[in-house]
């Protein structure tokens, strides 16, 4: 039965699915949350659709109306389109569908409110919106947002901007605070708390990683991964120690995002592959962040090919790392 499970799975359109379906239940629940628990209690969350609840409200005060769902969609839109060269258009586009969607739910339901109490709808409400988030991001998407930028500098820096993003919510608590008052601040920044916890306690978020892969089709493992994925990867021949057979060690480094995609393209190349995965805490040397250009892309596949399987004349030998067998 599991291995049936895993079959399925390799299906793109499975996968594709299995990501839409995270997406809508992200969707409904980060809606629910919105109107059951943060509107309700007066409280603001964080990232973009912190500020447009921000904006919606201020409007209100201000006499005019600027809806929250509408905020949301011209907050993050731009920010997708500009950040969308530098990251997995698939994370962009299912990343956008949960804004859109959420944007529409908005305007479609009425949640009613769940509970009178104000350290439960923080409680709570901190804890599902939480869960909103994991479910996106589990599913290979995302809320939109913060996470856009977020991943953006890593990609093109290497460098976590998680501590500017604090600090940005800080400061868009603060001016909610000598708004509204400092009592729903608070109560604000005690939500936001529960839900980053919830958020860490399941789902670490664009870290590097190290990927080591045991395989005995190494030549062709290393083609699809460079045909795909614009990486460095080192090859190393083993031998066995129990069946003393010779096979190959590929190790390579990449961004945690990336590694479902990795397993797959492994796993349908070599079925048998085995794979392995280290969380990469310091990564000193080259990283490379974004996509190139076709001519750029062909003069790296074939650099890193010349590198990694040496010569034409090794390959036809059938060692994939050099050497003879």
Same mark, same amino acid.
């Given at each position: ?5 895993? +079959? ?19 969707? @409904? ?9 943060i509107n ?14 921000l ?20 907050? +993050?839109?731009p920010? !997708? ?15 956008? @569908? ?5 944007? !529409? ?7 009613? %409110? ?5 350290i ?6 901190? %804890?599902?919106m ?14 939109? =947002? ?5 991943? &953006?500098?890593? +990609? ?24 509204f ?16 916890k919830?958020?860490?306690s ?18 062709? @493992? ?10 460095g990867?080192?090859? @190393? ?5 129990y069946?003393?057979?010779?096979? &190959?060690?590929?190790?390579? %480094? %990449? ?8 397993v ?8 048998n ?8 805490? +310091? ?14 892309i ?14 034409k004349k ?8 050099? =050497?003879?067998?």
């Amino acid at each position: 039965m599991l291995e049936r499970w895993k +079959n399925i799975k390799k299906d793109i359109r499975v996968r594709y699915t299995i990501t839409l379906f995270a997406v809508i239940i992200s969707a @409904v629940l980060q809606t629910y949350v919105i109107q059951a628990f943060i509107n309700p209690a007066g409280l603001l969350s964080g990232g973009f659709t912190g500020i447009a609840i921000l904006l919606d409200r201020v409007a209100e005060l201000l006499g005019f109306h600027f809806s929250t769902s509408l905020g949301m969609v011209l907050l +993050n839109l731009p920010v !997708a389109i500009l950040c969308s060269r530098s990251i997995n258009m698939k994370f962009t586009v299912f990343s956008l @569908v949960q804004v859109l969607l959420t944007s !529409a739910l908005l305007k479609i339901c009425d949640f009613q %409110v769940m509970f009178q109490d104000q350290i439960l709808n923080v409680l709570f409400g901190g %804890v599902l919106m939480g869960f909103s988030i994991v479910i996106a991001l589990r599913g290979n998407a995302s809320t939109g =947002g913060t996470d856009f930028i977020a991943l &953006y500098v890593s +990609n093109k820096t290497g460098k976590s901007i998680w501590g500017y993003v604090f600090a940005g919510n800080v400061l868009i608590l603060s001016i909610f605070g000598l708004i509204f008052g400092w009592k729903y601040a608070g109560y604000s920044i005690l939500f936001q708390f529960v839900s980053t916890k919830i958020i860490s306690s399941f789902h670490h978020r664009y870290e590097r990683v190290t990927l080591q892969i045991t395989t005995r089709k190494a030549d062709e @493992v290393i083609r699809a991964y460079v045909g795909k994925f614009r990486h460095g990867i080192s090859c @190393v021949e083993a031998v066995g120690g129990y069946s003393r057979k010779k096979m &190959y060690l590929l190790h390579t %480094v %990449v961004s945690s995002y990336e590694v479902a995609d990795i397993v797959h393209l492994i796993h349908e190349t070599d079925e048998n592959a085995i794979i392995n995965e280290f969380k990469t805490t +310091n990564f000193y040397g080259k990283f490379i962040r974004r996509r190139s250009s076709r001519r750029l892309i062909l003069l790296l596949h074939r650099k890193v090919l010349r590198i990694i399987l040496c010569n034409k004349k090794t390959l036809r030998a059938g060692s994939p790392c050099g =050497g003879k067998e």
